[in-house]
Structure formats: C-alpha cells, structure tokens
C-alpha cells in the first residue's frame, strides 16, 4: 500500500495560465475526492469519482475546473485560466465503496501559487 | 446545509497537561464524525471516527463521544506530548459521500 500521491507537490504560475494536477488514489479504492484547502481553514469538497463516474460537483467549482478519472485508477483536475484566488492546496483523497468503509485516505497535496 | 465549528486555536499547552478541543455540527439525519490531525508538512490523517450517536471513537490515546442530544463531538486527550503539536480537523459525513470539516484548531505543546 503505497498510499494516495499527488503530483506536483508545488506549482506556481502566473494569472491566466492553465495547471492540470494528477492524483493516483490506493490502488483498490474506487472513490476518488477532490478537495480544495486555503491556508487557515478546513479543506472544501470540489467532486468526487466512483470509478470513472462524476457523480458530484460543488458549487465551488467553476467553470474553469475539469476533473476527469478516464480509466477509474488515476485523475486529473485541470484549472483553466489561472486567478490569484485559485492558489491554495488541492487534496485528493480515497476510498472504497463499501458499506462501512468509512474512511478516506489523503495524499499530501499540490499547492499551487498563482502570481 | 450541513456544517462544523470549531474552537478557533492556537491551543497552547505544556506537556501532559489535559486537551480538549471543541467540536459541534449541524447537519439532517444521522452523520458520521471524524477528526483528522494534519502534523507539519504532512497529508491528513484519520485519527478516529464515531459512526452513530453515543458511540466513542479513540486512537493514540485521543477520545471523542458522538453527543446527537448537544451536536457535539469534543476531542479529549488526558496527557498530551510535544508530538501532538498538529492541526486537528473535525469533520462529518452525512448521505452524500464528502466530508465537509470544520475550520481546524492548531495545537502547540511546549515541553
């Protein structure tokens, strides 16, 4: 079990550019979740994958946010022209789909700087 | 909707002395509760969950009870160590399957 990993750990990048960060949960899982955390405060959920499947976006996505799960294993979330108010760390969490499985696993982060 | 309060921190004690930080939420039917502790340059980490009212959660030493009458889930530790120094999020999950947390209360134990 190598845990879920997040690439890059850091980006930063200037206003108006596009980022793309990739999440690879534990290897089993089948849900995968996406969070957003500004510094001071609790992460915020953005969506979530059952295997391929989007089955659910948070207001707080914008249109200038794509997740994908092309093949059920690894994701992308893709944010197109970059605001400032997009730096903070991204989370990308696991977990089974199991009555009961209640827990999920966070790898440790992209936090994008956005100049 | 649902949500999550916390005593805001930073918490500062000395070394065994006795935790506890507040957590209290709103949320409809029936949610799960969890804390997660976040150590310095680290993901978050479950430290323990409760899945139904009076249930106690614990790990580490750390205790919660899952309190429906006050909407409560407090984080109690009888002797905390400088390793406890950390970020420690109350969180829930009702029907849906996203944990929403609250806002996290920083710990700092001085040896």
């Known amino acids: 079990d190598t845990g879920v990993s997040q690439n890059p750990r850091h980006k930063i990048t200037k206003r108006g550019q596009n980022v793309t960060f990739r999440c690879d949960p534990i290897s089993e899982h089948n849900r995968l979740y996406w969070y957003r955390q500004t510094l001071g405060q609790g992460p915020e959920f953005l969506t979530y994958?059952?295997?391929?499947?989007?089955?659910?976006k948070s207001r707080l996505l914008s249109d200038r946010f794509s997740a994908e799960r092309p093949k059920g294993s690894f994701s992308t979330l893709e944010i197109q022209r970059t605001e400032q108010g997009d730096s903070a760390m991204y989370l990308c969490a696991s977990s089974l789909a199991l009555i009961g499985a209640y827990e999920q696993y966070f790898g440790p982060g992209t936090r994008l700087t956005v100049t | 909707g649902d949500s999550v309060t916390q005593m805001e921190g930073p918490v500062t004690l000395s070394e065994e002395a006795f935790l506890t930080i507040n957590c209290t939420y709103t949320a409809t039917g029936y949610p799960s509760l969890f804390w997660y502790v976040q150590y310095p340059g680290e993901g978050l980490q479950l430290l323990l969950k409760a899945t139904k009212a009076d249930d106690k959660g614990s790990n580490k030493g750390f205790e919660a009870t899952y309190r429906k009458e006050t909407t409560s889930f407090h984080l109690e530790k009888g002797s905390v160590q400088v390793s406890d120094s950390a970020v420690y999020f109350c969180?829930?999950?009702?029907?849906?399957?996203?944990?929403?947390f609250g806002g996290g209360t920083r710990l700092m134990v001085k040896p």
């Open positions: 994958f059952q295997n391929e499947a989007q089955l659910e």
């Open positions: 969180a829930l999950r009702n029907a849906g399957n996203m944990l929403t």
